[in-house]
């Protein structure tokens, strides 16, 4: 249903002070604190075969602890830092038993785990009565100090929370969560079907080719240099310090890279069909295997995983194709089966029709044909290739 309200995330890039990164450290200490103790108290609860409250967790782990000299350093944060470790705790706790009882669809959730201070992501939750965006632009979080912001677009609605996170390169960004609505893109008669591969980043049934960045491969020697040099310091030093946020920026760059191109492709190809279709690959399997570097570096997890939000959100059609369709083997001309083929052959001709195929071309072809034909019948009709 379109025009409805949608929760999205804006992320901005922000500059603490020397001090205020002190007070965040700290901040992320504390919500770390009480995470694990949540955590450990509905552990301890389970175990016991008892039921707790909540309210009860909340007033053991933040309330009570706040007066221990062991936990009496918990008061130099914001309080709303401290609660908001605690909901995580426990939403982190819920979703594994609504994942394990099958209420949770999706990818299976684990059960959680503790936090460690050698984690390479830190972060802090705040709710509305823990942050503010000030007439100067700066964004103002409690017991921390007004922070600049990198605003790189406007913020469409007032944010309903904000989460600070400094990753693993040492750099600092806010995450809004803010509401907007949905406004679908104007229709069009354009359907097309996507083979992803490694040779070229993807083929279109309609003839595009889009060629692999391949970001990973092209910084591998200044990636391989950093670990290299990471390696060769002493372990607990400060220059090891100093060489891991190093190799982390390095390796950040990659990242980023990797996801402005994937968003710039999947917006292109969203505005331009109607229905897009794609092969389910088993990325998570293909990982395994001798390809796994180029499997990783080409993205093709969250190149799909943005396609499909994207159609999601403007109003277009977004279907993934069963792993198992021989989309390869297939003649998209005639539909006979021609058999498997290893990865070195690019180009075949039809046994049936003498039609000659490129590989890639044909497989595209045949995933908008399949995706048609399952969008026509959800309990599974013939896949009619001239369709």
């Not at 959680?112 to 830190?122: G, I």
Request: charged share 30%; with cysteine.
């Amino acid at each position: 249903m379109y025009g409805a309200g949608v929760q999205l995330r804006y992320r901005y890039r922000v500059y603490p002070t020397p001090g205020q990164q002190d007070m965040l450290v700290r901040s992320f200490g504390c919500a770390r604190v009480v995470f694990n103790d949540a955590l450990r108290a509905r552990q301890d609860a389970y175990a016991a075969g008892a039921k707790i409250s909540d309210t009860a967790v909340q007033k053991q782990v933040v309330t009570d602890a706040k007066k221990t000299p062991q936990r009496e350093w918990l008061a130099e944060v914001a309080s709303v830092v401290l609660v908001q470790a605690c909901q995580d705790a426990r939403r982190a706790y819920r979703n594994w038993f609504d994942s394990l009882s099958g209420k949770r669809k999706g990818r299976r959730v684990g059960a959680p785990r503790f936090r460690s201070r050698k984690d390479t992501r830190q972060s802090i939750r705040l709710t509305r009565n823990g942050f503010g965006i000030r007439d100067n632009g700066k964004l103002y979080i409690a017991k921390v100090g007004e922070l600049k912001v990198a605003w790189s677009r406007e913020l469409p609605s007032e944010p309903s929370s904000v989460t600070v996170v400094k990753d693993s390169a040492g750099r600092y960004f806010a995450s809004f969560v803010v509401e907007t609505t949905d406004v679908p893109l104007p229709e069009c008669d354009a359907e097309v079907g996507i083979d992803l591969g490694l040779t070229t980043f993807a083929v279109l049934s309609d003839g595009k080719v889009i060629e692999s960045p391949r970001f990973f491969r092209q910084a591998e020697r200044r990636l391989r240099k950093a670990q290299q040099n990471l390696s060769r310091k002493a372990k607990g030093s400060r220059n090891r310090a100093k060489a891991r946020t190093r190799a982390a920026k390095a390796h950040a760059r990659v990242a980023d890279a990797r996801k402005d191109w994937a968003h710039k492709q999947s917006t292109a190809i969203v505005r331009e069909n109607q229905a897009v279709y794609v092969e389910d690959l088993c990325v998570v399997g293909l990982a395994r295997t001798r390809l796994a570097k180029s499997v990783h570096d080409a993205g093709w997890g969250m190149f799909t995983r943005l396609l499909e939000e994207k159609a999601a959100r403007y109003g277009r059609v977004f279907q993934r194709v069963d792993r198992w369709f021989p989309s390869s083997r297939l003649c998209s001309v005639c539909g006979v089966s021609d058999g498997p083929k290893p990865l070195s052959v690019r180009v075949w001709t039809c046994q049936g029709c003498g039609v000659v195929h490129d590989r890639d071309l044909n497989a595209a072809r045949n995933i908008l044909a399949a995706g048609r034909a399952e969008r026509r019948n959800a309990c599974g009709e013939t896949v009619s290739l001239s369709a």
